[in-house]
């Protein structure tokens, strides 16, 4: 496999064969931490998310009002930037998911806007504003993009974004994340009824960058099932 083409995950996978169901994966920093980003996630990216590739999973009737905003004129909205922050919310944990090995928010790397008014700018209201159009303080809309320099964070010896890294994880079929120990293996296997070792098997499961996560992780009752249509 060509690593500079294909970026992707590789989990160890337990199984029971008897009942053909997966009983945890188990995973180093990466995929955790893919994990974790979805709880930095806006409302409304998730819904977008699943909104626009299949199979598309319904939250309540937030996929109505999604879908109703989206296809209301532009004209009732107080501005157009108004209507792209219900759209496109920017996270707000944006550049440590640019770190990510893999990042399924396909929305636009953040941007500053603020008004073209030097006396704003310096003196009164110095706010910026991720979206173009958006209307400062003073009145006057924000269209002019500022370049700001993004320093490269400290390295703090490992290679972790949100749990440190080279650090060993064992996730559940519930999506419990735990720490990766033989007392926790032999929890779960309790927990499951399983008491012959014989009927487990220890396999590799390989996630690209294509892998709908955000439908068969987050909304699946067993997130798990979806691991025995991965690739090996």
């Known amino acids: 496999m060509d690593e500079e083409h294909v970026k992707g995950i ?3 996978v337990l199984i ?5 169901r997966v009983i945890f994966a188990e995973s180093d920093e990466d995929f955790v931490d893919v994990l974790l980003s979805f709880l930095t996630m806006p409302m409304g990216t998730i819904i977008r998310l699943i909104h626009n590739k299949p ?5 309540g009737c937030l996929n109505n009002l999604y ?6 004129d532009v004209h009732r909205f107080r501005t157009e930037a108004c209507k792209t922050m219900l759209l496109y919310p920017r996270n707000a ?3 440590q998911c640019k770190r990510l090995k893999l990042n399924i928010d396909d929305g636009e790397p953040l941007k500053y806007f603020i008004c073209n ?5 310096l003196l009164e209201y110095r706010v910026l504003s991720h979206y173009k159009g958006a209307i400062c303080g003073c009145g006057v809309d924000m269209d002019y993009e500022m370049g700001l ?3 490269e964070p400290k390295r703090r010896g490992d290679r972790g974004v949100f749990v440190k890294g080279l650090t060993r994880l064992i996730i559940s079929d519930k999506l419990e994340v735990m720490p990766a120990s033989t007392e926790t293996s032999l929890y779960l296997l309790s927990k499951l009824g399983i008491m012959d ?3 487990i098997e220890e396999c590799n499961r390989y996630i690209s960058e294509d892998e709908k996560l955000y439908g068969s992780i987050i909304w699946n009752p067993s997130w798990a099932q979806m691991l025995s249509t991965w690739k090996l």
Do not use: Y
């Open 10 to 12: 590789f989990l160890k």
């Open 117 to 121: 008014r030097p006396d704003c700018i």
């Open 55 to 59: 199979p598309v999973v319904r939250i």
């Open 16 to 20: 029971d064969t008897v009942n053909n």
């Open 149 to 151: 320099c993004e320093k």
């Open 197 to 199: 070792g014989n009927t």
């Open 93 to 95: 944990a944006a550049a």
């Open 67 to 72: 879908k109703s905003i989206e296809n209301l």
